[in-house]
Nanobody, 124 residues
Framework: QKQLVESGGGLVQAGGSLRLSCAAS????????MAWFRRAPGKEREFVAT???????VYSDSVRGRFTISRDNAKNTVYLQMNSLKPEETAVYYC??????????????????WGQGTQVTVSS
């Protein structure tokens, strides 16, 4: 059974940092491109960042320079280091996995496995 489990969410003040983790099981992790998406209250889920199986990274314009995605294939885990967090980044953060090559990496439908999400709340 393929499973993704996020952790590391919580409450942080604006300007603070959090590190999210996503542990994968039941799949050959090194063969998958891994991504983070988020859904803010009342909004659609949006792309945050992707790290390909070749360790190439892609970020949304809104997080580039503040967030860092990384992976540890030995631990089957992908991380999202989030710095300088803003209140508007309060959301449920989801990790996702895809075995397909993409031209944009930001399309939800390209990812076939999803975690249950972890809540990040940024207070002002």
């Amino acid at each position: 059974q393929k499973q993704l489990v996020e952790s590391g969410g919580g409450l942080v003040q604006a300007g603070g940092s959090l590190r999210l983790s996503c542990a994968a099981s039941g799949l050959t992790f090194s063969r998958y491109h891994m991504a983070w998406f988020r859904r803010a209250p009342g909004k659609e889920r949006e792309f945050v960042a992707t790290i390909t199986r070749r360790d190439e990274t892609v970020y949304s314009d809104s997080v580039r320079g503040r967030f860092t995605i990384s992976r540890d294939n030995a631990k089957n885990t992908v991380y999202l280091q989030m710095n300088s967090l803003k209140p508007e980044e309060t959301a449920v953060y989801y990790c996702a996995a895809s075995s397909l090559v993409s031209t944009t990496w930001s399309v939800e439908s390209e990812y076939m496995y999803w975690g249950q999400g972890t809540q990040v709340t940024v207070s002002s």
